[in-house]
């Protein structure tokens, strides 16, 4: 499919010189927070709660998003997306906001360490230690922890699948379903072929390059080891039978088009239960970008649909 014409024009827009150092990522901190949307101009939902829980290196900042009616209600925990090393609560606000009014699940976003002043495991430790105080303390935020599931874009996306493996390995919490968006599943450096085709199709010209991909890994962990471990790379894990129903959204223009589909099918193989969703004309983080837009409102109708089932 082509690309839609309001992606086309952002791609336009996109600059197009590539970092030649994993370091000129982090330039992008500097201005991530000036092109969000207006605080005004974010759908409004019926409550939203700031407060820390504790962490295994102190307290994690959480945001919880509350629907309007009766609780108590799902919990549907996030965890955003930037390559590990970018982004926050507050530039996925406005993505958690609509989650939270097409979902009817109270929506807990977690701002996990970010890379690489906290590399691997720090992300995925906070990310787990949030779900589980979500779900041993579900009655304080009017949630159901008998409906408990866990969401993320990107490295979001990584983040959602790894919790799932470490509640699995440490005995729980109990996650229900598991909505992987566009994730990053496995582990490569800049001088690495990719087994995935899709990072020769889409290289460059799309927004997220396999250049910038390389970077981020290079920032989030010290050495190949931590890089294929099972909590950096789900889809190197040994068993991944037992793991929660999964929803796969992948991207038809995106360099982790391939590996977020991989992932899925060692799923599929090890004998859990995958809906896969392939989004056509678009490119990588166009649910944060273009809420608005068709192919986001027809997504966020798509996990409303698959959390209800």
Known sequence: ??????????????????PEKPEEMLLSRKVEHDVLTPVEERPAVHKMEDFTV??????????????????????????HGGGFVLQSIETHD??????????GCKV?????????ENPFPAAPEDCYAATKWAAENADKIDGDVSNLFVTGDSSGGNL??????????????KIAKQVLIYPITDYHTKDETSRYPSYEENALGYGLSNIKMSHYWALYVKDRKDGEHPYASPIRAEDLSGLPPALVISIEKDVLRDEGEAYGKRLEEAGVPVTFERVQGTIHGFLKAFPKAEESVETFELINAYLKE
Do not use: W
């Not at 998003?65 to 996030?78: K, Q, R």
């Not at 807990?108 to 690489?116: D, E, F, H």
């Open 94 to 103: 406005e993505l958690c906001r609509y989650l939270t009014l097409n979902t």
């Open 54 to 79: 504790p962490g295994p290196a102190g307290d994690i900042p959480i945001r919880v998003y509350s629907p309007e009616g009766e609780g108590p209600f799902p919990i549907l925990m996030f965890f």
């Open 1 to 18: 499919m082509s690309l839609r014409p309001h992606i086309e024009e952002a791609i336009r827009n996109m600059p197009t010189a590539q």
């Open 108 to 116: 807990v976003s977690v701002q996990y360490r970010l890379a690489p």
């Open 160 to 173: 959602a699948a790894v919790v799932c493996l470490m509640a699995k390995d440490r005995g729980g919490p």
